[in-house]
C-alpha cells in the first residue's frame, strides 16, 4: 500500500522558515515524480512545486518562486520542502503527492495524497 | 482566481445523474493537456478519481466518467448516491503559468 506521512508543519512568524518531510512507503520512490500541492483554509487546491524522479529537474509555482524548494533523498525515500520568507497567505495544509504519468510531466495526474500537515503563518 | 471555471455547487436525488463541467482556455484543457479529476470528501485528502481525461484507477467505481471537449472537460456521476457528497476539482497543465492548474471546486451534494 502506498504511504505518504507528511511532518514538520507547526505555527511560524511572517518572514520565517518552516521544513516540511514526507516519508514515502509501498513503491518505489526513486522512479516516481512528486510533488507538493497547498489547500488554503476553506479555500481549493494549488500546486504548489514537482520534482522529477531522477530529482535533477524541479518546477517550482509563480507563489513561491524564490521562496520555496523542493528536494528529495532517495536513500531515506524521503521528500522535502524547504519554505523561506513565509508570508500570511502561505497558511494551508500541505500535502505530499505522488504523481502518475509517462512522458512529459504536462500530462502527469496526482496519483496519491498524504494526509497533510499544517502550517501556519502568524505573528 | 481560478484558471479553470467550475460551477460552485452541483445537487441532484439519490440515483439522479449529475454533471459537473470544468472550463479552462487555449493555453491549457484547449492546447491539449490531460484533464484530471479528483474528489474530496469533507476533512480529507483529495483522492484520484479520472485521470488523462477518461481513465479510472483502480477502485473508482465505473459510475464515475470523464470526457474533454475542445476547451472544456466534465465529470459525470450517475447511480448518484449518498456517499458522493464531496467536491471534486478539475485540474491540468497551463503552458502560460509553466505549471499545474485546478480548478475552483463544485460541491456535490445529494438531496
Known amino acids: 500500500e502506498v504511504r505518504l506521512l507528511e511532518s514538520g508543519g507547526g505555527l511560524v512568524q511572517p518572514g520565517g522558515s518552516l521544513r516540511l518531510s514526507c516519508a514515502a512507503s509501498g513503491f518505489t520512490f526513486s522512479s516516481m515524480a512528486m510533488s507538493w500541492a497547498r489547500q488554503a483554509p476553506g479555500k481549493g487546491l494549488e500546486w504548489i512545486s514537482l520534482i522529477s524522479y531522477t530529482g535533477d529537474t524541479t518546477y517550482v509555482a509563480d507563489s513561491v518562486k524564490g521562496r520555496f524548494t523542493i528536494s528529495r533523498d532517495i536513500s531515506t525515500n524521503t521528500l522535502y520542502l524547504e519554505m523561506n520568507s513565509l508570508r500570511a497567505e502561505d497558511t494551508a495544509i500541505y500535502y505530499c503527492?505522488?504523481?502518475?504519468?509517462?512522458?512529459?510531466?504536462?500530462?502527469?495526474?496526482?496519483?496519491?495524497w498524504g494526509k497533510g500537515t499544517t502550517v501556519t503563518v502568524s505573528s | 482566481q481560478s484558471v479553470l471555471t467550475q460551477a460552485p455547487s452541483v445537487s441532484g436525488a439519490p440515483g439522479q445523474r449529475v454533471t459537473v463541467s470544468c472550463t479552462g482556455g487555449s493555453s491549457n484543457i484547449g492546447a491539449g493537456y490531460d484533464v484530471h479529476w479528483y474528489q474530496q470528501l469533507p476533512g480529507t485528502a483529495p483522492k484520484l478519481l479520472i485521470y488523462g481525461n477518461i481513465n479510472r484507477p483502480s477502485g473508482v467505481p465505473d459510475r464515475f466518467s470523464g470526457s474533454r471537449s475542445g476547451t472544456s472537460a466534465s465529470l459525470a456521476i450517475s447511480g448518484l448516491q449518498v456517499e458522493d457528497e464531496a467536491d471534486y476539482y478539475c485540474q491540468s497543465y497551463d503552458s502560460s503559468l509553466s505549471g499545474y492548474v485546478f480548478g475552483s471546486g463544485t460541491t456535490v451534494t445529494v438531496l
Open positions: 503527492v505522488k504523481m502518475r504519468g509517462l512522458g512529459s510531466h504536462q500530462y502527469y495526474s496526482m496519483d496519491v
